[in-house]
């Protein structure tokens, strides 16, 4: 551990984690993130995350409250005020973040149980609609999310922020459709997408056995493929006047009602 302090905002340092923070290209090409609050770098920390450096603003935060998240290896460094409200996204954080390796989130990595729900969200693009649904899959605590021809970094700070660390206690797979359709087959895992075409209410179908539902983007829904490889359409019955609805929420409903016929075990 070693403690050094950096007070001016224009520290070249301190500029590398703003393009850290802002392009997804500086977290590709240096495999490295930033987590800001105290809550998060806990959820990092326990989902195996390696944590690199810790910046603390100490008129915030005192480093007994930090301990738990150093090792010999976490580099250490006091910011001042300046520097903190430069790198902060929220207004209201407990004066920390830290800078973190980021993980493979390959599709061999994944420990699946004897029977279980995955759910599998194609293209989404709004890291809102992604933290949602990561906040909705740790809710369920489902065994897997997997993020079919990703569009949106998953350590866009804005995803981390919107999943409230969830992106850290949910095991999550990128893949293409084909290698996350093969995956599924692969596993006897019965494949559900929810879609307009060929399809049947949600409820209807028993989900007691190993289970994927598919969510799509609202705009376009999910691909040809998904469609073919279907073990079943699934529909969400709606009585309004349009015929679709946040992707997150489609998810939870049907996240839900297979943790329903699971006696919500």
Request: proline share 3%.
């Amino acid at each position: 551990m070693i403690t050094k302090k950096i007070e001016s905002p224009q520290n070249s340092f301190i500029k590398s984690i703003v393009q850290l923070q802002e392009k997804s290209k500086n977290r590709r090409q240096s495999g490295t993130f930033l987590i800001e609050g105290l809550r998060e770098i806990e959820l990092a920390t326990k989902g195996n995350y390696q944590i690199n450096t810790i910046l603390y603003q100490a008129d915030i935060i005192s480093l007994d409250q930090l301990k738990p998240y150093l090792n010999q290896s976490t580099e250490l460094i006091e910011i001042s005020k300046e520097v903190y409200q430069k790198l902060a996204y929220r207004d209201t954080t407990e004066g920390v973040l830290a800078i973190a390796r980021t993980k493979e989130l390959s599709l061999s990595d994944l420990k699946l149980s004897d029977n279980p729900v995955i759910l599998v969200a194609e293209a989404t693009e709004k890291p809102g609609n992604i933290g949602a649904i990561l906040r909705t899959a740790d809710a369920a605590n489902i065994d897997a999310v997997i993020i079919a021809n990703p569009r949106t970094d998953l350590y866009n700070p804005n995803v981390i922020r919107s999943s409230v660390g969830c992106v850290f206690t949910n095991q999550i797979a990128m893949a293409s459709t084909e290698e996350a359709i093969a995956f599924l087959k692969q596993k006897n895992i019965a494949i559900y997408c929810a879609t307009l075409q060929d399809s049947t209410s949600y409820h209807t179908r028993d989900y007691t056995s190993a289970t994927a539902f598919v969510v799509g983007t609202e705009a376009t829904g999910l691909t040809q493929p998904w469609r073919e490889a279907s073990t079943k359409n699934i529909i969400i019955p709606m009585s309004g006047e349009i015929d679709s609805m946040n992707v997150s929420v489609a998810a939870a409903i049907l996240l839900f009602e297979a943790k329903r016929q699971r006696d919500f075990k």
